[in-house]
Nanobody
Framework: QVQLVESGGGSVQAGGSLRLSCTVQ????????FGWYRQVPGKERELVAI???????SYADPVKGRFTISTNTAKTTMYLQMNSLRPEDTSVYYC?????????WGQGTQVTVSA
């Protein structure tokens, strides 16, 4: 059974930093795409950042230069380092693994940024 378990959310003041982690269990892959998404109530889930096992990365425009997606060497944990946080970054953040044409999701973690 594939499980993605997130940690690291919380509350921070504007300008602060947080690092989200997501541990991937129960799956092996040669190629996959790791991703972080976020969603606020009443809006669609939106892409924040993706990282392919081939090293390809892409970031949403609002987070470019502030957020960094990465994995550990074994590719069993993905991270989202968030710097210079803004109130508009407040959201529930979800990690995602796309492998073999299937999407797997974490449970979501709340990030709240106060002005």
């Amino acid at each position: 059974q594939v499980q993605l378990v997130e940690s690291g959310g919380g509350s921070v003041q504007a300008g602060g930093s947080l690092r989200l982690s997501c541990t991937v269990q129960g799956i092996r892959f040669n190629f996959a795409v790791f991703g972080w998404y976020r969603q606020v109530p009443g809006k669609e889930r939106e892409l924040v950042a993706i990282l392919g096992t081939n090293g390809y990365t892409s970031y949403a425009d609002p987070v470019k230069g502030r957020f960094t997606i990465s994995t550990n060497t074994a590719k069993t944990t993905m991270y989202l380092q968030m710097n210079s946080l803004r109130p508009e970054d407040t959201s529930v953040y979800y990690c995602n693994l796309n492998s073999g044409g299937k999407d797997y999701w974490g449970q979501g973690t709340q990030v709240t940024v106060s002005a």
